[in-house]
């Protein structure tokens, strides 16, 4: 089956510097997308990023990350952290095994600091 | 337009008894998820329906909980002789058909609390 991994449970930085979420996946048929999820506080899940191209750098809100099928990861990155960027952040995929559902990793933590 | 509601949003039973959340996916959406949020496991598939035939319940605990989807505009998740473990935010998501990369849209969940 499909798997997420998010291997950082919680990031912190400091507002203004750059920051780097991790995502790799494992997958055993094709993949149709992926995604990066932001919750904000007692909010519901919501779309930042989404991709299905490979080498394709795809950006929003100043975020930005690039599907790398070679290396199976969709980093998700900042070049300056903002304290509003405080927030829970998931990695999904959809896979052609998976029908419409989206597989999501364990979710990181992103607190940023003055 | 109206994002996906989930009702309650919050909801404290005993040991042992019944809980049932609600969703309302959003209007013309023809897929509809239940994922399962924790610290520990993150977000969890549940099951989900396609034009409200159950398609994948493979997430599901099978002895107390069970899912429906009776008409298009709702769907239910009841969890039976509810257990503490079963404490999390249970998220509703819904979805369009058709061509697409297929984006979820999730309500603000429902926080089920087993005492």
């Known amino acids: 089956g499909d798997s997420v991994t998010q291997t950082e449970g919680l990031v912190t930085v400091t507002e203004g510097l750059p920051v780097k979420l991790n995502c790799t996946y494992q997958?055993?048929?094709?993949?149709?997308?992926f995604f990066w999820y932001v919750q904000y506080l007692n909010e519901a899940p919501q779309v930042l990023l989404k991709?299905?191209?490979?080498?394709k750098r795809t950006e929003h809100q100043g975020f930005h990350a690039t599907l790398h099928k070679s290396s199976s990861s969709f980093h998700l990155q900042k070049s300056s952290a903002q304290l509003s960027d405080s927030a829970l952040y998931y990695c999904?995929?959809?896979?052609?095994?998976?029908?419409?559902?989206?597989?999501f990793g364990q979710g990181t933590i992103l607190k940023v600091y003055l | 337009n109206a994002g996906v509601i989930q009702t309650p949003r919050h909801k404290v039973t005993g040991k042992g008894q019944e809980a049932t959340l609600w969703c309302e996916p959003i209007?013309?959406?023809?897929?509809v998820f239940w994922y399962r949020q924790t610290i520990v496991q993150g977000l969890e598939f549940l099951t989900y329906?396609?034009?409200?035939?159950?398609?994948?319940d493979s997430g599901m605990p099978k002895e107390r909980f069970s899912a429906q989807m009776p008409n298009q505009s709702h769907s239910t998740l009841k969890i039976q002789s509810t257990q503490p473990q079963d404490s999390a935010v249970y998220l509703c998501?819904?979805?369009?058909?058709?061509?697409?990369?297929?984006?979820?849209?999730f309500g603000e969940g429902s926080k089920l609390t087993v005492l």
């Open positions: 998501a819904s979805s369009s058909q058709g061509r697409g990369t297929g984006q979820l849209y």
């Open positions: 997958t055993t048929y094709l993949t149709i997308a």
């Open positions: 991709s299905s191209t490979d080498n």
């Open positions: 999904a995929l959809r896979g052609t095994s998976s029908g419409q559902k989206l597989v």
């Open positions: 209007s013309g959406h023809s897929a």
């Open positions: 329906f396609r034009n409200q035939a159950p398609i994948d």
